[in-house]
């Protein structure tokens, strides 16, 4: 396992000399399919644009982008498109880490190579790579920060991602791995999944509120979106409960730059891929094999370290 903690991101150059540089061979060119689980939520825009930026930067890739409309059928369909187009490569963040195994499994029988991004998939041997954020320390992060600023203990609202989802998984099981052993002072009073969303975030969190005699001392969620849907919910109610979400979305900065969110986790979406694209294509281009699990470590971004966040310039 390789583990990064950088901002390093959209450059070229820097992930030549990180990865040993793909440029040589640009004469070979490529058709690469980019699968994202849902266009519909900002933080997957961002990857796929940072894909087709690192695909011009690297030059010779025609890049099919395909986006699986929060749908296992639709991403299903995608996949299977592409192998009988015969593609180069598969870049894809599986919206269901087992129900897109199928799928997978035949692109690699098919001798494509796929390289999953941020999104784990699980039971498929012969997976070329897999590109992400270490889930389990971002969550680990967010329990950390609430241990910061709670030092006496807490009653705590975990909005939880996706059920099936990796992340969502990683995500919680961090959150749990630090606070489960003081759980003598940090209370999980409810958790509940909100499934990324944010009309959900904030449905949930007004029933959980509305069934609560004393409101939690803090929220903490899996994602941004749902974040920001419960950060909506306490200020129609005139809470002042801290909120901590994670995925560092440009909404999401400006909130905690400005007194709202208390802080989010960034886990560098454009850095996994573009390194994605640059070990893939390292591999079909120079035969590089690339590390089979290349993580980038998340860190928490509170308003005193808001200049680390990756897309603060979109602010």
Do not use: C
Not at 59 to 79: P, Y
Not at 148 to 167: H, K, T, V
Not at 187 to 215: C, D, I, K, Y
């Amino acid at each position: 396992m390789t583990l990064f903690r950088s901002k390093f991101l959209f450059s070229g150059v820097l992930l030549a000399a990180l990865m040993g540089g793909a440029g040589a061979a640009q004469a070979q060119d490529l058709t690469i399919t980019s699968s994202m689980p849902a266009l519909e939520f900002p933080f997957f825009v961002h990857m796929q644009n940072a894909l087709r930026q690192e695909a011009e930067s690297i030059g010779g890739i025609e890049l099919i982008e395909t986006d699986g409309q929060n749908q296992t059928t639709k991403q299903t369909a995608d996949v299977e498109a592409a192998i009988i187009r015969g593609v180069d490569g598969i870049i894809i963040s599986p919206l269901d880490a087992v129900a897109m195994a199928p799928a997978l499994q035949q692109a690699v029988d098919a001798g494509i190579p796929v390289v999953t991004i941020d999104r784990r998939v699980e039971g498929v041997p012969g997976i070329l790579a897999h590109v992400g954020a270490d889930n389990v320390l971002g969550g680990e992060a967010q329990g950390r920060l609430i241990m910061e600023m709670f030092p006496d203990g807490a009653r705590i609202i975990n909005l939880q991602g996706q059920p099936g989802a990796s992340p969502a998984i990683d995500r919680n099981q961090g959150l749990h791995n630090v606070l489960d052993p003081v759980s003598d002072r940090y209370e999980f009073v409810a958790e509940q999944t909100a499934n990324f969303a944010r009309a959900e975030g904030a449905s949930v969190t007004e029933a959980l509120l509305a069934g609560m005699s004393t409101p939690p001392d803090v929220i903490v969620a899996a994602n941004d979106d749902m974040a920001l849907g419960a950060i909506q919910v306490t200020q129609e109610r005139g809470l002042d409960i801290p909120i901590i979400g994670f995925d560092a979305l440009p909404e999401a900065l400006a909130s905690v730059r400005d007194g709202g969110l208390a802080a989010t986790i960034e886990q560098f979406p454009g850095g996994q891929s573009s390194t994605a694209l640059q070990a893939l294509v390292e591999f079909l281009r120079d035969g590089k094999q690339p590390e089979e699990l290349i993580l980038l470590e998340p860190i928490a971004i509170t308003e005193a370290n808001i200049d680390e966040a990756e897309r603060l310039d979109e602010i």
